[in-house]
């Protein structure tokens, strides 16, 4: 029989961050390979050790020559002013509430969509990624005229999902670049898709305070302000290296995988996992 190789999971399912990713809701293809990832987690020899908390001292009871650490990123939250009001989400907290999975993000809507919310949570209607895509087109807890902070990645397909579901949108990103870790094909689709659809895009601004009903920011040297009835703040993400700097006296070869070393999402954790594959 072949050997298991371990993998420590916290409390949680397979999948972890990558099956709660806002990107699996707004780009479908992204869950269809998650659905494929978890299937050989499962058929492969490996040892999946859900709820086992890793640690120097859990992971050197192994004694590995290699160790993987794949625990993602970090996000930091923006120092925006304005940015602990109730219609005021970061990527995470909104997750959270489309899935069902952060009940400190859900206390800021409203009691009716709290209930909403809490029915379809304990029918385990959340936990099925495409049945939340289509339940989603009917009703869900955003409202209809939102500013996403941030046209990275998750901005533009955040936007995507929305817009998808009758939302009007505007993107505000404070660089130059729009989209930076999409490949180049998809990034010019989905800018031109968005636009399409009416979805106001703005590089090169800042963001200066939050308001109930309104976001101000710097362009092109004026203020400018834009309607918001919420606001979803999609950036802050960087590496995460905590749990590296906790195994550096282990007598093995320590990996870090995916967002933990830089924020690249999907293809650029595929690309590290097949580099270290090799390796190995």
Not at 9 to 28: D, Q, S, V, W
């Amino acid at each position: 029989m072949p050997n298991k190789f371990p993998a420590l999971l916290a409390p949680g399912k397979i999948g972890g961050m990558a099956l709660r990713n806002r990107t699996a809701l707004a780009y479908e293809p992204n869950g269809r390979l998650i659905q494929y990832l978890q299937q050989e987690m499962r058929r492969l020899p490996i040892a999946l050790e859900k709820g086992k908390q890793a640690s120097a001292v859990t992971i050197a009871q192994y004694r590995a020559d290699h160790v993987i650490v794949a625990t993602g990123a970090l996000r930091r939250a923006l120092d925006i002013m304005g940015k602990e009001q109730r219609h005021v989400f970061d990527g995470d907290q909104l997750r959270g509430i489309l899935l069902g999975t952060d009940t400190r993000a859900a206390a800021k809507l409203s009691p009716l969509a709290r209930m909403a919310v809490s029915i379809a949570r304990f029918s385990q209607a959340l936990r099925s990624i495409k049945l939340l895509r289509f339940a989603s087109r009917i009703w869900m807890p955003i409202a209809d005229e939102v500013v996403i902070i941030g046209g990275g990645l998750v901005g533009l397909e955040l936007a995507e999902f929305l817009v998808e579901r009758g939302r009007k949108i505007t993107v505000i990103e404070p660089g130059t670049a729009l989209g930076a870790e999409l490949a180049i094909v998809r990034r010019a689709r989905v800018l031109q898709e968005l636009r399409e659809h009416g979805v106001r895009i703005l590089n090169r601004a800042a963001v200066k305070e939050m308001r109930s009903d309104a976001v101000v920011y710097a362009h092109k040297g004026e203020l400018q302000v834009v309607p918001a009835k919420q606001v979803i703040i999609a950036m802050g993400a960087e590496g995460d290296a905590s749990m590296t700097d906790q195994l550096v006296d282990l007598p093995a070869i320590i990996h870090r995988v995916g967002d933990c070393r830089y924020v690249g999402y999907i293809d650029s954790a595929i690309a590290d996992a097949r580099r270290i594959s090799q390796l190995i």
